[in-house]
């Protein structure tokens, strides 16, 4: 195994966007599986070959900047997720107003009658049964 670890000197190896790429190749073969469309096998090829220019990619600091960009993204999407999830957790004991002023989403607790509500952000009161 020497050889590979002097071989993967100054390479990128590894990161988040290939373990990535690899679980979304293995969506796909799944796909393909299921609903018989070969074409889509191209796909994760394409994804296969991304991933190994990436592992042997000489041009780290790139590779680097990729995989942070991608990062973001990604923390971006599973916040707004959990966010939904929390949403959906509280429906039974909370309402959702959306402020009329600024769109912003307030939690007010159910069965309270009608209420004022002043939003957090910029101040605005409305009324609302809960
Ligand atoms: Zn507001």
Request: a positive charge; glycine letters at 6%.
């Given at each position: 195994m020497k050889w590979l670890r002097n071989f993967m000197i100054g390479r990128n190896g590894v990161d988040q966007i290939c373990i990535a790429l690899i679980i979304a190749y293995f969506v796909i073969s799944m796909l393909v599986t299921f609903?018989?469309?070969?074409?889509l096998m191209i796909i994760g090829y394409v994804l296969w070959g991304v991933c190994l220019f990436r592992i042997l990619s000489r041009d780290v600091i790139k590779r680097r900047k990729e995989n942070m960009i991608f990062l973001q993204w990604w923390n971006k999407v599973s916040y707004k997720f959990r966010n939904k999830s929390n949403e959906v957790k509280s429906m039974k004991t909370h309402r959702i107003f959306k402020c009329p002023n600024c769109k912003l989403k307030l939690r007010v607790p159910k069965g309270k009658g009608k209420v004022t509500i002043t939003c957090s952000r910029c101040k605005t009161e409305f009324s609302k049964r809960t």
């Amino acid at each position: 195994m020497k050889w590979l670890r002097n071989f993967m000197i100054g390479r990128n190896g590894v990161d988040q966007i290939c373990i990535a790429l690899i679980i979304a190749y293995f969506v796909i073969s799944m796909l393909v599986t299921f609903t018989g469309i070969k074409e889509l096998m191209i796909i994760g090829y394409v994804l296969w070959g991304v991933c190994l220019f990436r592992i042997l990619s000489r041009d780290v600091i790139k590779r680097r900047k990729e995989n942070m960009i991608f990062l973001q993204w990604w923390n971006k999407v599973s916040y707004k997720f959990r966010n939904k999830s929390n949403e959906v957790k509280s429906m039974k004991t909370h309402r959702i107003f959306k402020c009329p002023n600024c769109k912003l989403k307030l939690r007010v607790p159910k069965g309270k009658g009608k209420v004022t509500i002043t939003c957090s952000r910029c101040k605005t009161e409305f009324s609302k049964r809960t």
